[in-house]
């Protein structure tokens, strides 16, 4: 279990090291090794990892199993990518708490001016030939299937990471990489962010429902600054500047959802045409956060949950009282005092905790929450009607239009 775990946060603290040098970097785990590091609009990694995570840091073995599996996974991989023979070769490192002791093979990979591919070909091949061990056996017949020239390339492209952190200097080391001092809230933002990772590593690793293929250094980055901006209390920044709607942008939406919940509670052109600015700028800004890593999606779910429940607190207070036979002018009554009210609570409410932001960001946002209600069963829905769900049911269908 800790050798799993390991992965997962090597993986992040690896990351967060590239993200100093390039911030397109991309990570993706067990697609083709543990871990794969590949720049954006690729699909070929440029560096191959695998992890190994001992307790008891002795020496790594030349015969053992975490070095000759790796080699058999990388033979595994470069066949699939056709890098074997020719093309680009991926760095191939092993990742390990053990050292690799002078005068092995082991240690002539590792990097540095004592690195030497010849040797290092030549010890492996020397053991990859005995008849023992059996536990290896199968993963050395591997490398020496290939021919002279691809195991040489292979080699060339093998580094050895040896004596790296165990899992409890993890810990240490990514809080320095990522740049968080001690202080009052270190703890916590580490933690904040160790949290956020592994809901990505979820995603990444699930085979079966994966919803995302790989996590950005930018992705990273932006999450760091969202979390020590919420205990510094740092604003977002604002660049959309508001103005009265011209006649065209204003009819854009004459079709739209969040034009008819509007329209089911009575509300005139002028004053629809004043929250649709709201709503209009409100997009735009929040496009331009996400486009420019202001915030992340899962930063603005968050925001868009707290909006959700002040609104059905509020949607709760006001249609409590409506029954079947309430007349409908009492109905669209309600859904006014709903829209109102809503827009005064969610005013105050920050993007970002700590921090303060512009009205009209949380009006807007909420009016886009009400454009997205689709169906009478959608429980994270948004209206203002106290028959919203099935009015915009009916708006779905081509007689409700």
Same mark, same amino acid.
Request: glycine share 6%; charged share 30%; with cysteine.
């Given at each position: 279990?800790?050798?799993?775990?390991?992965?997962?946060?090597? *993986?992040?603290?690896?990351?967060?090291?590239?993200?100093?040098?390039?911030?397109?970097?991309?990570?993706?785990?067990?697609?083709?090794?543990?871990?794969?590091?590949?720049?954006?609009?690729?699909?070929?990694?440029?560096?191959?990892?695998?992890?190994?995570?001992?307790?008891?840091?002795?020496?790594?073995?030349?015969?053992?199993?975490?070095?000759?599996?790796?080699?058999?996974?990388?033979?595994?991989?470069?066949? &699939?990518?056709?890098?074997?023979?020719?093309?680009?070769?991926?760095?191939?490192?092993?990742?390990?708490?053990?050292?690799?002791?002078?005068?092995?093979?082991?240690?002539?990979? @590792?990097?540095?001016?004592? !690195?030497?591919?010849?040797?290092?070909?030549?010890?492996?091949?020397?053991?990859?030939?005995?008849?023992?061990?059996?536990?290896?056996?199968?993963?050395?017949?591997?490398?020496?299937?290939?021919?002279?020239?691809?195991?040489?390339?292979?080699?060339?492209?093998?580094?050895?990471?040896?004596?790296?952190?165990?899992?409890?200097?993890?810990?240490?080391?990514?809080?320095?990489? +990522?740049?968080?001092?001690? $202080?009052?809230? *270190?703890?916590?933002?580490?933690?904040?962010?160790?949290?956020?990772?592994?809901?990505?590593? &979820?995603?990444?690793?699930?085979?079966?429902?994966?919803?995302?293929?790989? &996590?950005? *250094?930018?992705?990273?980055?932006? !999450? +760091?600054?969202?979390?020590?901006?919420?205990?510094?209390?740092?604003?977002?920044?604002?660049?959309?500047?508001?103005?009265?709607?011209?006649?065209?942008?204003?009819?854009?939406?004459?079709?739209?959802?969040?034009?008819?919940?509007?329209?089911?509670?009575?509300?005139?052109?002028?004053?629809?045409?004043?929250?649709? !600015?709201?709503?209009?700028?409100?997009?735009?800004?929040?496009?331009?956060?996400?486009?420019?890593?202001?915030?992340?999606?899962?930063?603005?779910?968050?925001?868009? !949950?707290?909006?959700?429940?002040?609104?059905?607190?509020?949607?709760?207070?006001?249609?409590?009282?409506?029954?079947?036979?309430?007349?409908?002018?009492?109905?669209?009554?309600?859904?006014?005092?709903?829209?109102?009210?809503?827009?005064?609570? &969610?005013?105050?409410?920050?993007? @970002?905790?700590?921090?303060?932001?512009?009205?009209?960001? $949380?009006?807007?946002?909420?009016?886009? +929450? *009400?454009? @997205?209600?689709?169906?009478?069963?959608?429980?994270?829905?948004?209206?203002?009607?106290?028959?919203?769900?099935?009015?915009?049911?009916?708006?779905?269908?081509?007689?409700?239009?």
């Amino acid at each position: 279990m800790t050798g799993y775990l390991y992965q997962c946060e090597l *993986a992040l603290l690896e990351l967060a090291q590239r993200s100093w040098d390039d911030i397109t970097v991309e990570v993706r785990m067990e697609v083709l090794d543990d871990i794969e590091f590949l720049y954006e609009d690729t699909d070929d990694p440029f560096e191959l990892l695998q992890s190994k995570h001992r307790e008891n840091a002795g020496r790594l073995s030349e015969t053992g199993k975490d070095f000759w599996r790796s080699v058999a996974s990388w033979i595994d991989a470069l066949t &699939v990518v056709g890098s074997l023979s020719a093309g680009a070769m991926p760095l191939l490192r092993l990742v390990t708490t053990q050292m690799a002791a002078e005068g092995t093979f082991l240690h002539q990979l @590792r990097p540095g001016p004592g !690195r030497s591919v010849a040797d290092a070909l030549a010890g492996m091949e020397q053991i990859a030939q005995a008849s023992e061990p059996d536990n290896t056996a199968k993963d050395r017949k591997k490398f020496t299937e290939l021919t002279p020239a691809q195991r040489y390339r292979l080699v060339a492209a093998i580094e050895i990471s040896d004596a790296s952190p165990l899992m409890s200097d993890l810990n240490s080391n990514l809080a320095r990489t +990522l740049g968080i001092r001690p $202080g009052q809230h *270190a703890r916590a933002i580490l933690d904040d962010i160790k949290g956020w990772w592994y809901g990505m590593a &979820v995603e990444l690793l699930d085979r079966k429902n994966r919803t995302r293929a790989s &996590v950005t *250094a930018q992705e990273l980055q932006c !999450r +760091l600054e969202e979390i020590t901006d919420r205990y510094a209390g740092k604003n977002l920044p604002i660049t959309e500047t508001l103005r009265r709607l011209t006649v065209a942008e204003i009819d854009a939406y004459k079709d739209d959802l969040v034009v008819a919940q509007m329209q089911w509670i009575g509300l005139k052109d002028r004053t629809i045409a004043t929250h649709l !600015r709201d709503y209009h700028y409100a997009r735009a800004q929040r496009s331009e956060w996400l486009r420019t890593f202001k915030i992340t999606e899962e930063g603005l779910e968050d925001y868009e !949950r707290l909006l959700w429940d002040e609104w059905d607190h509020v949607f709760t207070r006001h249609t409590d009282t409506i029954e079947d036979d309430t007349p409908a002018a009492e109905r669209k009554a309600a859904g006014k005092r709903v829209l109102d009210d809503t827009m005064e609570k &969610v005013a105050d409410k920050p993007a @970002r905790p700590g921090s303060t932001t512009e009205g009209w960001i $949380g009006r807007g946002t909420m009016h886009s +929450l *009400a454009g @997205r209600a689709q169906t009478a069963h959608d429980d994270d829905s948004v209206g203002w009607h106290p028959d919203y769900p099935d009015l915009c049911q009916n708006h779905n269908e081509p007689q409700g239009q």
